[in-house]
Nanobody, 121 residues
Framework: QVQLVESGGGLVQAGGSLRLSCTIS????????LAWFRQVPGKEREFVAV????????LYADSVEDRFTISRDNVRNMLYLQMNSLTPEDTATYLC??????????????WGLGTQVTVSS
């Protein structure tokens, strides 16, 4: 069974940094685009960033452009999100996903359960 497990979340002060990781199991990683989404209770799941199969293409939400960096390691079956200059508006549960290169959540077949990021002011 395919598994995606996020880690690296936590509590950080505004202006700080966090690096999220997603460990992916039982999936031929090089066949899938990988993405990060985030969700706040009561709101729709929000696109954060996506990286294509060979890391040549990356897309970011406008709200995180120039602050967040997505990367992947197909050998180690890992996805990463480096988050810098965090603001309270970045507070959310962050989820990794595997699917087709797209901003919409419907394009992703496999999902992790998420890791909580809380940014204090």
């Amino acid at each position: 069974q395919v598994q995606l497990v996020e880690s690296g979340g936590g509590l950080v002060q505004a202006g700080g940094s966090l690096r999220l990781s997603c460990t992916i199991s039982r999936l031929h990683l090089s066949s899938y685009a990988l993405a990060w989404f985030r969700q706040v209770p009561g709101k729709e799941r929000e696109f954060v960033a996506v990286i294509n199969r060979d890391s040549e293409l990356k897309l970011y939400a406008d709200s995180v452009e120039d602050r967040f960096t997505i990367s992947r390691d197909n050998v180690r079956n890992m996805l990463y999100l480096q988050m810098n200059s965090l603001t309270p508006e970045d507070t959310a549960t962050y989820l990794c996903a595997a699917g087709t290169y797209n901003r919409g959540p419907a394009a992703y077949k496999y999902w992790g359960l998420g890791t909580q990021v809380t940014v204090s002011s």
